[in-house]
Every structure is written in structure tokens, then in C-alpha cells.
């Protein structure tokens, strides 16, 4: 015969005749590298999903501590404010007791002395 027959690609043991079960293998086989190549193109769609993830995650980490710094910031603002507002008013309330201390022995040197020329 001048013509080769050409092979047959389900005919996996090589002997001319293609059975139910080298059909069911071929077509197993057929199934199995298609699933590898989802399965690649998922785990590669995975990856480059990771990568953006991984990078938006840390664009917002940076965010996140720029904010962190900034509320930092201005909370040592405000508590300075109002540890600064605190002393104030303590300088305030000492001088008004000191002036209601220095006021009240003021008074009770003067009833001391008026009850000695009392006395005398």
C-alpha cells in the first residue's frame, strides 16, 4: 500500500484497532489536561489576584499609618491642650485658696487680736 494509514491517536497500545477502553483512557486523559490547564490558569488568575491584593493591602497599610499618625498627632495636640488647660486652672484654684487661706488667717489674726484686747 502506497497510502499510510495514519495512527490513530486513540489507539494507545499501537495495534491498529481502537477499543471501549482505550477510548474511555484517551478521553480521561484528554479530560485531565484540560483540568491542568483551568487549574493553571486559576492558580495564575490567583497569583496575579494575590499580587493585587498584596499591594492594595499595603497601599492601605500606609494609609492606615499615615491616619494613625496624624490621629496621633492630634491627640498629643489635645492632650496637650488640655493638660495645658488643666495646669491653668490648677494655677487658678491654687491662687483662690492661697487668696481664701491668706483671706481666713487674715480673719483669724484680727478675732485673736480682738479677743486679746478683749481680755486686757
Same mark, same amino acid.
Given at each position: 500500500? =502506497?497510502?499510510?494509514?495514519?495512527?490513530?491517536?486513540?489507539?494507545?497500545?499501537?495495534?491498529?484497532?481502537?477499543?471501549?477502553?482505550?477510548?474511555?483512557?484517551?478521553?480521561?486523559? !484528554?479530560?485531565?489536561?484540560?483540568?491542568?490547564?483551568?487549574?493553571?490558569?486559576?492558580?495564575?488568575?490567583?497569583?496575579?489576584?494575590?499580587?493585587?491584593?498584596? =499591594?492594595? =493591602?499595603?497601599?492601605?497599610?500606609?494609609?492606615?499609618?499615615?491616619?494613625?499618625?496624624?490621629?496621633?498627632?492630634?491627640?498629643?495636640?489635645?492632650?496637650?491642650?488640655?493638660?495645658?488647660?488643666?495646669?491653668?486652672?490648677?494655677?487658678?484654684?491654687?491662687?483662690?485658696? !492661697?487668696?481664701?487661706?491668706?483671706?481666713?488667717?487674715?480673719?483669724?489674726? =484680727?478675732?485673736?487680736?480682738?479677743?486679746?484686747?478683749?481680755?486686757?
Amino acid at each position: 500500500m =502506497a497510502e499510510e494509514m495514519e495512527k490513530n491517536p486513540m489507539d494507545l497500545n499501537g495495534d491498529g484497532k481502537v477499543t471501549l477502553g482505550e477510548k474511555v483512557q484517551y478521553y480521561a486523559g !484528554k479530560a485531565g489536561e484540560k483540568v491542568e490547564e483551568a487549574a493553571k490558569k486559576v492558580y495564575e488568575g490567583v497569583k496575579e489576584d494575590a499580587k493585587d491584593a498584596l =499591594a492594595d =493591602a499595603k497601599e492601605f497599610a500606609g494609609k492606615a499609618g499615615e491616619k494613625a499618625k496624624e490621629f496621633a498627632g492630634k491627640a498629643g495636640e489635645k492632650a496637650k491642650e488640655f493638660a495645658d488647660k488643666a495646669a491653668d486652672k490648677a494655677k487658678d484654684i491654687y491662687a483662690e485658696a !492661697k487668696e481664701t487661706v491668706s483671706d481666713a488667717a487674715d480673719k483669724a489674726k =484680727a478675732k485673736i487680736d480682738e479677743l486679746k484686747e478683749k481680755k486686757a
